[in-house]
């Protein structure tokens, strides 16, 4: 009998020890990161989309994950048949729109020619009626100048990229046209400049959806600190 007893108040002091050593080297969640929930991101797809604007913001959604903050980030088109972007990248979408989940977030990409969003009706018309029911608009790039075509962005502040920003102006007003700045935020619409910009706008983007904490911790797993050479005189 005091054999059991010592067996088992060993194990119980083990079991102790192994659940303060969990507690010691895990990650804290903050109260932000545990009470948020997993959103529903839709990434919209077109022929021509600039490869950058639909990849960066993702990398940035999908790093989160690793910190437990998967959501669930899904591709969508006007028919879900296979897309061609800009540089040649072929990418079979997720979802149509007629099967696509209702997102909480749609992000839309930019592309040089831009008209293969803005002149598709149907792109349009699922871009106006889905910002309607969303938590946040977003374009990359000159993905501002579709969301000024559908709607969401017209009369309201935005940037994009800098060979788009004259043509923007005139389609939207002089004063709601920003140079100069990465991204803007207006209400419910989130803009960014040019291609790579997608990504510091999609950093900001987490550090709301989640929390700044977790924003930091994808940057740094990321290893987003931008250096480009021959920034200066060479």
């Not at 604007?53 to 669930?72: C, H, S, T, W, Y």
């Not at 018309?125 to 100048?145: L, M, N, P, R």
Request: glycine share 8%; hydrophobic share 45%.
């Amino acid at each position: 009998m005091n054999i059991l007893k010592t067996v088992t108040l060993t194990m119980t002091l083990m079991a102790s020890l192994m659940m303060s050593a969990t507690s010691l080297f895990a990650a804290p969640a903050t109260t932000m990161e545990s009470e948020a929930k997993s959103p529903r991101i839709a990434i919209l797809l077109y022929e021509e989309a600039d490869e950058l604007d639909i990849f960066g913001p993702r990398e940035v959604l999908n790093a989160a994950a690793m910190f437990g903050k998967r959501g669930e980030i899904y591709t969508v088109s006007a028919t879900g048949e296979a897309v061609r972007l800009l540089g040649g990248t072929r990418v079979i979408p997720d979802f149509s729109f007629a099967t696509a989940p209702k997102p909480d977030v749609i992000i839309v990409p930019g592309a040089l020619n831009t008209s293969k969003a803005t002149g598709d009706k149907k792109i349009l018309a699922y871009i106006a009626e889905t910002a309607k029911q969303v938590q946040w608009v977003v374009g990359v790039c000159s993905g501002s100048e579709v969301l000024v075509a559908a709607g969401p962005a017209l009369g309201k502040k935005i940037t994009s990229h800098h060979l788009w920003i004259d043509g923007l102006r005139k389609a939207n007003g002089e004063k709601n046209v920003l140079s100069g700045v990465r991204y803007v935020r207006d209400g419910n619409l989130l803009t960014s400049a040019g291609v790579s910009a997608g990504i510091d706008m999609s950093l900001w983007l987490v550090g709301q959806l989640y929390s700044v904490e977790l924003a930091r911790k994808v940057q740094e797993v990321l290893e987003y600190y931008p250096a480009p050479p021959y920034a200066g005189e060479v």
